[in-house]
Nanobody
C-alpha cells in the first residue's frame, strides 16, 4: 500500500509560480506511475500530468502544457509539480495519485488528501 501527502499549495498572483510536492510512503514507490490531478469548486476532478515509474516519460493536459513540469525523485519517494505562469483558472485542489500506468487515462490506485492552490487575478 502507498500513502501520499501533498504540500506546497497556497495563494499566488496570476503569473506567479508554485511548486507542489507529494511524499509517498512504502518501499514500492518506484514501481508506480504517478499523476497530478485537480478539482475546482463545483467541477469534476481532471487530469493534469503523469510521469512514468522511471521518470523518463511524462504527459500533460493541454491546459498546462508548457507551463507545468512534473518530476520525481525515487530516492526520496517524492514527486513534484512545478507550476509557472499561473492563471486564475488553475485555482483548484491538487491531488497526487499512484497508479499502474502513466499513459492517460491513468487509473489511480491511491490518492493523497489534496492541497489548495489559489491564483488571484
Amino acid at each position: 500500500q502507498v500513502q501520499l501527502a501533498e504540500s506546497g499549495g497556497g495563494l499566488v498572483q496570476a503569473g506567479g509560480s508554485l511548486r507542489l510536492s507529494c511524499a509517498a510512503s512504502g518501499r514500492t514507490f518506484s514501481s508506480y506511475a504517478m499523476g497530478w490531478f485537480r478539482q475546482a469548486l463545483g467541477k469534476e476532478r481532471e487530469f493534469v500530468a503523469t510521469i512514468s515509474w522511471s521518470g523518463d516519460s511524462t504527459y500533460y493536459a493541454d491546459s498546462v502544457k508548457g507551463r507545468f513540469t512534473m518530476a520525481r525523485d525515487n530516492a526520496k519517494n517524492t514527486v513534484f509539480l512545478e507550476m509557472n505562469r499561473l492563471k486564475p483558472e488553475d485555482t483548484a485542489v491538487y491531488y497526487c495519485g499512484a497508479g499502474r500506468s502513466w499513459k492517460p487515462p491513468m487509473i489511480v490506485d491511491y490518492w493523497g488528501q489534496g492541497t489548495q492552490v489559489t491564483v488571484s487575478s
